[in-house]
């Protein structure tokens, strides 16, 4: 671990703590590993930038916390972080760039249009944390906090993807989760998410067939349908 990671995990643990559900210390380390482990596979990124957006990328999550929305709040949050650790000047813009570019979707309607390596390396790194077991665990914990129910029969999974609370935690899978493998843009990002996908739908498959919950299946069979398992 470099000198300036190790002084910016101290910064931040606090905001970080366990009251940052879903988004705590553990996943921002999970979220650095991969994007470095992309990164090294890929050939190619300004690693200081990579490593230091994934650690600061969730402070949307902790201003909302605060009871503000406001992403001009986000963006001075993490240039004060920034400014008490003495991060490089010139490398100031590349990681809100990065940042910025993470809670972008073709699903959500957004245009994907040429990210630097290092944003796209981030993303993928980030959504790869959302899907997989540990996507599903996460999952689970963040609807836990939003008090969201398990599942509501009758109610479409909505087709644009919206970030906030949705109609149930298994809404949010079919919403955002079950789309992710497809909207990821390294190679190596691809690959590793196959496999996370796999896992993912073989979960939901096995929790309908314990359960059997009405319109479940349905939903199951027709995101199978749109993005198959290969």
């Not at 605060?66 to 650790?85: F, H, K, M, T, Y």
């Not at 944390?129 to 509501?152: Q, T």
């Not at 359960?211 to 027709?222: F, K, N, S, V």
């Amino acid at each position: 671990m470099s000198e300036l990671t190790a002084t910016l995990r101290k910064q931040i643990e606090e905001d970080f703590g366990p009251q940052c559900v879903g988004h705590a210390m553990d996943h921002l380390e999970r979220v650095s590993q991969l994007a470095l482990a992309i990164r090294e596979a890929e050939g190619g990124g300004d690693a200081v930038v990579i490593e230091t957006s994934c650690w600061l990328h969730d402070y949307h999550r902790v201003i909302e916390d605060e009871g503000s929305e406001d992403p001009q709040a986000v963006e001075a949050r993490i240039r004060r972080v920034l400014d008490a650790i003495a991060f490089p000047a010139a490398r100031v813009r590349a990681v809100l760039d990065c940042i910025a570019f993470t809670d972008r979707y073709s699903f959500a309607g957004h245009a994907l249009e040429s990210p630097s390596l290092e944003a796209q390396i981030v993303r993928d790194a980030d959504n790869l944390d959302a899907i997989g077991a540990i996507g599903v665990a996460r999952a689970f914990m963040f609807g836990g906090k939003l008090r969201e129910p398990l599942w509501v029969a009758g109610v479409a999974p909505e087709t644009t993807y919206r970030s906030g609370p949705t109609s149930s935690v298994l809404h949010h899978f079919f919403e955002k989760l079950l789309r992710v493998r497809d909207d990821m843009l390294t190679t190596t990002g691809k690959s590793i998410a196959e496999e996370r996908h796999e896992y993912m739908f073989s979960f939901l498959t096995r929790l309908q067939s314990e359960w059997g919950a009405p319109g479940l299946g349905q939903e199951l069979a027709r995101a199978a349908a749109l993005t198959p398992v290969r």
